[in-house]
């Protein structure tokens, strides 16, 4: 059956994937029995192949150290440096036991207890000293304090990455699946580096129990030796002498490998590549180097030491100098574009332009916030804006139909601390002031009583309100308040941005993918009415023309299929655009009503007789009206407003669709948030209550 298919490679696959299946297994077992060699005697032909291991084990861990590119890629290496150490320590005890007991202890510490120090246990413990102090005083000493560093400076600079990762997400950069692994690399190198920074201790530890193993053992040697063994005083020291220094230098060349290995992992936090193609590029990249060890070596051999090898050392430096001053220009050809001598690759003239080129260009959106405002976005201290406005741009896409172009935020120093600039296409578009230590209340008209703090102008729509206390959002919104946080009030001021800049956000090229999205579920739509009857350009000024009056173009099929209809009659925009609004009217009518009740302010008769005509007269929709008639209209205007909104209801004004968009023109100077339906946007069955009427006359109600 195909469910079994993934098992075959198990039973029939290569000898690699059985050993990859069964290492969890025998890394487990391996740890156990590392505990059960410190109590448990065993025969000298397995320690030699235990000491082997650990020696050809040491190679393995420092051959993967040079080659790995980034210190994560090894990030099992704490744990396993624990693990050796504690295998080490191990075999030094079975070492010891076997020394102790048997007066031998195997080959391999025969062989470098006799043949390594020529059988001179005077020499074998100079021998093994300086190991000691290599490893303690020079390789562990120094790993150990770049892991502590590297730890510290690894934790310091989390908060800045990981605003940058949420910079580079928000701005659209990078995508949540990249963010998100980015994060999780972060968290690991910390986490590496702290386990790093406790790992070298290990090291230093078993350096230290070297010492005193050997020390022991040399006088528990003597002591069996003589007391037990019968020997003399001389044969006694050199016998188990030697096999002592023996079993402490084959532990601690392992060791010494293992801490080099150490001191590589930590110390590789800049490295592009593995360490060998890191040396042989940065080595040889300044020839001048070895010109002055070629000319030094030089003198040294005129000078009498060692001619032959000097002045053979002195050749090949200067061989490697020529060939290299040949292979890489000059630095001064480097500025010269287009140099004859120039290499392919290594040339820095179109720098420049490449570094000038993205200044051209503008963000859509920007958010410039103070050095006060840093702890909004910053997730760390809790700041969670950054989310918000991805989650604004969901709301966007849902809401109006569009999407809107990433928003960059960044500090701005000239800015003051608390407050923060928005632009659209590098132009400011509004600017306000929060204060993050405290809450923005407001009174919606059901407050009962006053409360202390700051007075201030709530950003997005302009109403008083209050900053205060954190401590006193209970009592605020127990008089009636309602209280929000400074993270919602400048999310809240982007909300109405966004509506308000919507048809400035949708470009050409923002519209070709709304019009490439359509066409993967309805291509008939897109290639009747693209190109052969409308531009993208012309699409995008009627999408432009109903976002600017706050109608969402969600419903893009039914847009596209209207304008497929009516643009066979005319291609006029205003035309297309009151086309499209009244095959819209159920959404348009859903968007105001209430419980099926639309409440609006209707249009004196007279006054759409007079602005029909003047439209006739005009072009463009616009009204031809003399300033005393505009006068009026603004006076009623702005009666009727105040009256809908001291019932708490949206001003909307109705007239008939032939004087509908100059009526809207005429008015959005003087209400530019006031809605204007025609009788065809009303959706059938709704009903429709009068509240009051525009009009010239001065008795108008």
Not at 311 to 336: C, D, M, T, W
Not at 448 to 468: K, N, R, V
């Amino acid at each position: 059956m195909a469910s079994q298919a993934p098992a075959a490679p198990l039973e029939g696959g290569s000898i690699s994937q059985r050993l990859a299946a069964s290492t969890p297994i025998l890394v487990a077992g391996a740890s156990v029995m590392l505990v059960i060699l410190m109590i448990v005697s065993v025969p000298a032909p397995v320690l030699d192949f235990l000491l082997t291991l650990n020696i050809g084990l040491a190679l393995i861990i420092i051959g993967t150290a040079l080659y790995t590119e980034n210190a994560l890629e090894f990030s099992a290496f704490p744990t396993l440096l624990l693990i050796v150490t504690l295998f080490r320590l191990s075999l030094n005890i079975t070492a010891t036991r076997s020394i102790l007991l048997h007066g031998y202890a195997g080959e391999v510490i025969q062989f470098f207890g006799n043949i390594v120090v020529g059988g001179n246990y005077a020499v074998g413990f100079v021998i093994f000293l300086i190991l000691i102090i290599i490893q303690f005083v020079v390789i562990t000493n120094g790993a150990g304090r770049v892991a502590e560093v590297a730890a510290r400076f690894t934790l310091d600079a989390m908060p800045g990455k990981q605003l940058a990762i949420d910079a580079d997400l928000n701005a659209g950069l990078i995508t949540e699946a990249e963010a998100r692994k980015r994060r999780q690399d972060i968290q690991r190198a910390a986490d590496f580096y702290g386990a790093m920074d406790g790992a070298s201790k290990f090291v230093r530890g078993d350096a230290i129990a070297a010492v005193i193993i050997v020390v022991i053992n040399t006088i528990g040697g003597f002591i069996v030796g003589i007391a037990q063994m019968h020997m003399d005083f001389g044969q006694a020291l050199t016998h188990f002498t030697l096999l002592t220094v023996g079993e402490g230098i084959v532990t601690q060349v392992p060791a010494l490998l293992i801490s080099t290995a150490t001191g590589i992992i930590v110390t590789r936090a800049a490295s592009e590549s593995d360490f060998g193609r890191d040396i042989s590029r940065q080595l040889v990249r300044q020839p001048n180097a070895f010109l002055i060890a070629g000319i030094i070596t030089a003198l040294f051999a005129f000078a009498g030491l060692a001619r032959p090898l000097m002045f053979g050392l002195s050749v090949l430096l200067f061989i490697v100098y020529f060939r290299r001053r040949n292979a890489v220009p000059e630095s001064g050809a480097l500025a010269v574009a287009g140099a004859p001598g120039a290499v392919a690759g290594t040339t820095a003239a179109p720098k420049p332009a490449e570094a000038v080129v993205p200044l051209l260009s503008y963000d859509p959106m920007e958010l410039e916030i103070g050095f006060g405002l840093i702890p909004l976005v910053d997730v760390n201290q809790g700041g969670d804006l950054l989310e918000r406005i991805t989650l604004i741009r969901r709301h966007a896409a849902r809401d109006l139909g569009i999407v809107v172009p990433p928003i960059r935020v960044r500090d701005n120093l000239q800015l003051r601390p608390n407050s923060y600039v928005v632009k659209v296409y590098g132009l400011e578009v509004a600017q306000a002031e929060v204060m993050v230590s405290r809450l923005l209340a407001m009174n919606p008209g059901t407050a009962t009583s006053p409360i202390d703090g700051i007075p201030t102008t709530e950003p997005a729509f302009g109403l008083p309100a209050l900053w205060i206390a954190e401590n006193g959002r209970a009592e605020a919104e127990m008089a009636g308040y309602t209280v929000i946080d400074p993270t919602s009030v400048v999310a809240t001021h982007l909300t109405e941005l966004i509506k308000s800049h919507a048809p400035d956000l949708l470009g050409r090229q923002e519209v070709s993918a709304l019009l490439d999205n359509i066409k993967s579920h309805y291509p008939v739509v897109v290639d009747e009415l693209v190109p052969g009857l409308l531009t993208v350009g012309e699409i995008q000024r009627v999408l432009q023309n109903l976002l600017r009056e706050r109608i969402p173009v969600r419903n893009l099929v039914m847009i596209l299929e209207t304008l497929a209809d009516a643009a066979r009659v005319s291609k006029d925009i205003d035309f297309l655009t009151e086309k499209v609004r009244a095959a819209l009217a159920r959404h348009i009518s859903a968007e105001y009503a209430e419980n099926g009740l639309l409440s609006v302010i209707t249009v004196d008769p007279r006054l759409e007789a007079l602005l029909s005509e003047a439209v006739r007269r005009g072009e463009d929709a616009y009204a031809l009206l003399d300033p005393n008639t505009v006068a009026r209209i603004y006076t009623s205007l702005t009666r009727q407003i105040g009256t809908a909104s001291n019932a708490g209801l949206t001003p909307i004004v109705l007239c008939s669709p032939a004087v509908r968009l100059a009526l809207k023109r005429l008015t959005e100077r003087a209400a530019p948030q006031l809605v204007v339906l025609s009788y065809s946007e009303i959706a059938p069955g709704l009903r429709v209550e009068s509240i009051g009427q525009i009009s010239t006359t001065d008795d108008a109600e």
